[in-house]
């Protein structure tokens, strides 16, 4: 079965660094670009950040540019989001999707979801 498992969340304080981890099975996902999205309590799903797996072209909202960056290890099948100088509005689950579309920012566009890790942030 297809499987996407985040992990890598939890507690920090505002200025603050984690590293989120997608682990996929299940399928090759080397014509998917992956994901990152983000949802807080009463706030719609939001973008993160997405890379290809073909050429690693990276996109990001705009508010994290500068301080997250995706990457992937492809001997892993996986993909990390590194968050550096985290802010309080971070906090939220964060979500690792597949989606064979080219309009990554949107995500109706995704096919897999993982189950989400948390990260709060604190001030």
């Known amino acids: 079965q297809v499987q996407l498992v985040e992990s890598g969340g939890g507690l920090v304080q505002a200025g603050g660094s984690l590293t989120l981890s997608c682990a996929t099975s299940g399928r090759t996902f080397s014509r998917y670009a992956m994901g990152w999205f983000r949802q807080a309590p009463g706030k719609e799903r939001e973008f993160v950040s997405a890379?290809?797996?073909?050429?690693?072209?990276?996109l990001y909202r705009d508010s994290v540019k500068g301080r997250f960056t995706i990457t992937r290890v492809n001997a892993k099948n996986t993909v990390y989001l590194q968050m550096n100088s985290l802010k309080s509005e971070d906090t939220a689950i964060y979500y690792c999707a597949a989606t064979p579309s080219g309009w990554v920012r949107n995500p109706v566009e995704y096919n897999y979801w993982g189950q989400g890790t948390q990260v709060t942030v604190s001030s």
């Open positions: 890379i290809t797996w073909s050429d690693g072209t990276t």
